[in-house]
Nanobody, 124 residues
Framework: QVQLVESGGGLVQAGGSLRLSCAAS????????MGWFRQAPGKEREFVAT????????SYADSVKGRFTTSRDNAKNTVYLQMNSLKSEDTAVYYC?????????????????WGQGTQVTVSS
């Protein structure tokens, strides 16, 4: 059974950092584009970052550009989201997702496999 398992969430003060990990049980992991999304209470799920399969091209939402970095370790079947200079508005449940194919996408309906989510809370 294909699974994505996120970890690394928690409570952090504004200005602090967290690193999220997402371990994937995908045989084709190195070829799959991976995405990060988040959902705050009462809000829709929104795109955060994505990384392509193959060459590891990355793309970010404007709200996190320059603060967040996504990367992948294909030997460990793991994708990461390094979050720096965190703000209270970054508080949300963060999800990783996988899509069929290597190309990055920003719409959540382009992703077919989802993790359970991990809570990130930033106190001001």
């Amino acid at each position: 059974q294909v699974q994505l398992v996120e970890s690394g969430g928690g409570l952090v003060q504004a200005g602090g950092s967290l690193r999220l990990s997402c371990a994937a049980s995908l045989r084709t992991f190195s070829s799959n584009a991976m995405g990060w999304f988040r959902q705050a209470p009462g809000k829709e799920r929104e795109f955060v970052a994505t990384i392509s399969g193959g060459d590891g091209f990355t793309s970010y939402a404007d709200s996190v550009k320059g603060r967040f970095t996504t990367s992948r370790d294909n030997a460990k079947n793991t994708v990461y989201l390094q979050m720096n200079s965190l703000k209270s508005e970054d508080t949300a449940v963060y999800y990783c997702a996988a899509r069929t194919g290597a190309l990055t996408r920003r719409r959540f309906n382009e992703y077919t496999i989802w993790g359970q989510g991990t809570q990130v809370t930033v106190s001001s």
